[in-house]
Structure formats: C-alpha cells, structure tokens
C-alpha cells in the first residue's frame, strides 16, 4: 500500500494544475525485480516506491515514500504542506508516525494474520492489539477534525489513507471483521472523504496488477491510460 502515497500525490498535484507528469514503470516485487541492478541504482534498500527525477540536473535519485512526498511536494511550491509553522510541524508529525507506525501493520498483523506459513496465536494477538491501538490513537485524533494536520487535505492524510484508510475500508489482509474496523467510525468516515477524490481514484490504480480490471493500470506514461481502464459496471 506504500506505493499508491507517491501515485496518489502525483495525481493530486496534476489535479491542482502542476506539471507533474509521470511515468509510473511496474516493478514484480513478487519476482524479485526490486533486486536488479537497475533498481538498486536508485532505492539501495530494494524496496517500492522509487522515483528517478530525470527533469533534475543531474536526474535525482529519491527512495523512502515520505522522503518521495515532501520532494515532490516541495518541488511543486509546498503543495500539500500546511504553511503555518505549527501546522506544518503537525504534518511531520503525523507523516512520520506513519513511517515508523505502518510496519507493526504490514510486517507484524498482514504477516502474520494472512501470510505466515504457520499461524501463530501469540504474534497476531499481539500485531493485532498494535494495530488497533493505532487505529484508536487515529480514530480519536479525527473525532473532532476533518483532516490529520492544519486546516486542509495535506501529504499527512494521504500517507495516512494509504494504509489505515485502506484497512478500515476493508481492503486489508480480509480482516476487516477481527479488526472490528468499522467501530473506528471518525476513521471511516475521513477515508471515505479522501476514496472520493478522482485523484485518489486514480493514484490507486496506478501499477495496480490485482483486483478487478477497472481497479488496475499496470503502468502509466500519460493521463490518457486511464481511458484504456474499463468502467466499473
Ligand atoms: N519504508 C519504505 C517501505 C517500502 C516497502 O516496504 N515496500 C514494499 C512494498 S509495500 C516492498 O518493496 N517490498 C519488497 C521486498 O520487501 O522485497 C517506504 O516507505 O518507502
């Protein structure tokens, strides 16, 4: 889910009119494609999403998704970073839990709870009361606000979106019920906003090779792909 933050991110700053027109190439992680020299060139750590910025002088390497965001968003003038100092800092704040919460989510409850060849009681319990516990400090830090930082949508609420989003719209690991993700209901009801934009619609499709077929384009050169992706019936 890491992927769609910086697809997400580009297919907002187009929205908003900038001149962030991308190729998204598809890397097989389930092939091993992020191990290949090429790759490593420009994410040593072999790891989704990279980005190689060819319109820098010389083209500029960018690995880590919130290192991808705030590159691009300060590329593009501050877009999506609050201005007011206090605002802004709350931004980082909530961009950085999400770097350091998500993998207890990915690594520790997605592992163990659907991937792990042998399922052990002791890890899920205990990835699956993190993983609540995040999306409880989440759901309350969203009970009496519209956005995760400052007064507007920013790089915070997408990073955020990307995973518990995701997770409470029941698109995780089929785990939505032993999560219980719908008593998160200020959660919920701040992914639904941010599911509706046609940018997020459209960032979410981006290298997407699963799903339905209207869900997915496998790689995107120019805003003119998404007329090959069929309506949803
Ligand atoms: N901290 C990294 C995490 C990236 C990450 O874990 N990407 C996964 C896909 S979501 C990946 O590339 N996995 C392939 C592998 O581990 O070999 C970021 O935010 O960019």
Redesign the pocket.
Known sequence: ???I?VTILLEELLEAGHAAEYDAWH?D?GK?E??STGFVAI?P??????LMDHSATPPQRV??????MLYLAEKFGGAFIPQAPADRTEMFNWLFWQ?GS??FV??GFGHFYAYAPVKIEYAINRYAMETKRQLDVLNRHLADRDWMAGPSYSLADIAIFSWYGNMVLGRAYNAAEFLDVESYTHVLAWARRIDARPAVIRGRMVNRTWGEPWEQLKERHSAADFASVPKRP
Request: hydrophobic content about 40%.
């Open positions: 889910m890491t992927r933050k890397i992680i091993g992020q191990f994410n750590n072999s790891k989704i999403p990279a690995f880590e998704s919130a290192s991808i770097m998500a993998p990915g690594g």
